[in-house]
């Protein structure tokens, strides 16, 4: 399957700064999904996108998905410690397999 | 409501042994999926099983793997013999219908010395 391409691979920020990852697909895409990783933790589903131009936004992330459907972007306003984590970017092969982006990797200091 | 569950959470074992890692699922979901993480690369998908039947297994990457899902509740991956390159992170996921929204679990990190 077509991967997805995201970048950086690592961004570092100090706490209040702002943080912007990007993920781009060659192909359309039907939808992007996003997901935090913690440190030793696990993916946790954050948001879908499915509508070209689409915007959503939740507390300080904001999630866009492009208007030829090709690429997304998760921006985080004002950065917490709390938002350490890898984030990924990831499309549904065939409606049912997650093709995941190699991730975002963000360390915030305080 | 539990979340997905996975056992063990680590295993260390050397080349050439069997290693089995348990995934149960969020109950009610038929959908379970496997993926693996090796160290500094993606989330790479291995297979997804509908109740006991394999839907797609185009990620298993050779025939040391072998995954089950018996009576269509719990799913076992099998790793005979285990190779150095087979380390990394073993997560399952579930979700309650087609297309949707897919929950991890913790993981198994697995390391083969």
């Known amino acids: 399957g077509q991967q997805v391409m995201q970048i950086p691979q690592y961004q570092h920020v100090q706490e209040g700064e702002d943080f912007t990852t990007y993920c781009n697909s060659s192909t359309t895409l039907s939808n992007i999904q996003w997901y935090k990783q913690r440190p030793g933790g696990h993916p946790v589903f954050l948001i879908q996108?499915?509508?070209?131009?689409e915007v959503k936004k939740q507390k300080r992330l904001t999630f866009q998905f492009g208007e030829a459907k090709k690429n997304s972007s998760l921006h985080i306003t004002a950065t917490q410690t709390t938002d350490v984590g890898t984030y990924f970017c990831?499309?549904?092969?065939?409606?049912?397999?997650?093709?995941f982006g190699k991730g975002t990797t963000l360390s915030v200091s305080s | 409501e539990a979340g997905v569950t996975q056992f063990p959470s680590h295993s260390v074992i050397e080349k050439g042994q069997t290693v089995t890692l348990r995934c149960d699922p969020i109950?009610?979901?038929?959908?379970l999926y496997w993926y693996r993480r090796v160290m500094g690369k993606e989330i790479k998908f291995l297979l997804h099983?509908?109740?006991?039947?394999?839907?797609?297994e185009s990620g298993m990457p050779n025939n040391r793997f072998l995954a089950e899902r018996t009576g269509g509740t719990y799913s076992t991956l099998k790793v005979q013999p285990a190779e150095l390159e087979d380390s990394g992170v073993y997560f399952c996921?579930?979700?309650?219908?087609?297309?949707?929204?897919?929950?991890f679990g913790p993981g198994t990190r697995l390391l083969v010395l």
């Open positions: 109950s009610g979901h038929d959908n």
């Open positions: 099983f509908v109740k006991e039947s394999k839907q797609d």
């Open positions: 996108l499915v509508k070209s131009g």
């Open positions: 996921a579930s979700s309650l219908g087609f297309k949707e929204t897919q929950y």
């Open positions: 990831a499309r549904n092969q065939a409606g049912t397999a997650l093709i």
